[in-house]
C-alpha cells in the first residue's frame, strides 16, 4: 500500500515510548495509535508515511502498521497515487456521538451554513479545551476563498486569532492565568505575543463584545468573532468568520458585524428557548451582540 521504506521494524526505541505513554497505567499500542490519529490535526489534514511517524514519534514500521489497521477499519484512508494517508469516515461518527456539543453543533450548522453563504466568509464554530482553541465546525461559501488551515478538531494557540482571543476574554481569572503562563505563540510577525498587550486586547474584547484579529494567524486574513454564553453567563463558544483582509475589514472597520449578530442570537435562542438570559459576566458582552 506504501511504497516508502519501513526502518528497523524492531526499534521500537524508548524516545517512542515515552511520546506516547504519559504514565504506567498506558496501553502502549492504544497510545501509539491515538498518537497517529492525534497527527493529522496537528501536522495537516494529508500525510506521508514519514510525516506520520515524525509527527506521533513513532519509527515508520510501528506507524505504518498502525496506519494499515486504521485504514482497514475506515479510521483513516489512503490516497496511492500521493502516497499519503488521511483520516477516515469513521472519525465523523465518533465526532456526531461527543454528547456534549452535539446539540450546539446540530442548532448552529444551519445558521452558521447560512451566515458563511450571505457574507462570502468562512465561518468557524469552536470551544475552549485544556489551553486551546479547538475547532468543532466549519461552513464555507461557494463565493469565499475557502480557508482550511484550521480543521475540525484542529487547534489554535489562544493568543492568536479572533476566536482564540474571544474565548480566553471570557475564561474565569485563574484559567486565563493558567493559560498565559506556559507561554505564546507567535504565528505570525503581527502576532501579539506580549502579556501585557494581550490583557488589554481581552478587555477590549470584553467590552465591544466582539474581537478582530488581522494577519496574526495567516497574513493575508483576517478574522472577526463573538461570544457564545451558556445561560448562567459561563462561556460555550466562539462564532467567527474569515476570509481575505479587505473582505473582512473595510475602511479600518470590521464587516459583517451586524450579519454575526444576528446569527450568535439566532443559536442562542435556539439552544436556550425556555432559559433565563446570560447572567454575570456575559451579560455585558451579550448585550453588545444584541442578546
Known amino acids: 500500500m506504501d511504497t516508502e521504506q519501513d526502518d528497523n521494524q ?11 505513554e504519559k ?6 499500542a492504544v497510545s501509539r495509535a491515538l498518537a497517529v490519529l492525534r497527527s493529522f490535526y496537528r501536522e495537516g489534514p494529508t500525510l506521508t508515511l514519514t510525516e506520520v511517524a515524525s509527527a506521533a514519534k513513532l519509527d515508520k514500521g510501528t506507524a505504518r502498521r498502525i496506519l494499515l489497521t486504521l485504514v482497514q477499519d475506515g479510521f483513516a484512508a489512503f490516497d496511492p497515487q500521493s502516497q499519503k494517508y488521511s483520516l477516515g469516515l469513521e472519525i465523523l461518527k465518533l465526532a456526531g456521538a461527543v454528547p456534549e456539543r452535539r446539540d450546539l453543533r446540530q442548532i448552529a450548522s444551519t445558521i452558521l ?3 458563511a453563504k450571505s457574507t462570502g466568509s468562512t465561518v468557524f464554530l469552536s ?5 486551546s482553541a479547538v475547532c468543532l465546525d466549519q461552513f464555507h461559501s461557494d463565493r469565499s476563498v475557502e480557508v482550511r488551515w484550521w480543521i475540525v478538531g484542529g487547534q489554535l494557540p489562544m493568543n492568536c486569532g479572533a476566536a482564540p482571543r474571544v474565548l480566553l476574554a471570557y475564561l474565569p481569572e485563574v484559567e486565563v492565568d493558567r493559560v498565559l503562563s506556559r507561554g505564546t505563540t507567535r504565528l505570525t510577525p503581527h502576532t501579539t505575543t506580549d502579556p501585557r498587550q494581550l490583557a488589554k486586547e481581552l478587555e477590549e474584547v470584553r467590552q465591544r463584545g466582539w474581537s478582530v484579529a488581522v494577519d496574526d494567524v495567516i497574513e493575508g486574513l483576517a478574522a472577526i468573532a463573538m461570544p457564545l454564553f451558556e445561560p448562567d453567563g459561563r462561556l460555550i463558544a466562539a462564532v467567527s468568520l474569515t476570509g481575505l483582509t479587505p473582505h473582512i475589514v473595510r475602511n479600518g472597520q470590521p464587516n459583517f458585524l451586524d450579519d454575526m449578530r444576528d446569527a450568535v442570537r439566532e443559536i442562542s435562542a435556539n439552544l436556550y428557548s425556555l432559559s433565563a438570559p446570560p447572567l454575570h459576566r456575559a451579560a455585558r458582552a451579550q448585550s453588545a451582540i444584541g442578546g
Open 113 to 115: 451554513s447560512r451566515l
Open 127 to 131: 470551544v475552549y479545551h485544556d489551553g
Open 10 to 20: 524492531g526499534a521500537d526505541n524508548q524516545g517512542a515510548e515515552q511520546g506516547t
Open 23 to 28: 504514565n504506567g497505567l498506558g496501553v502502549r
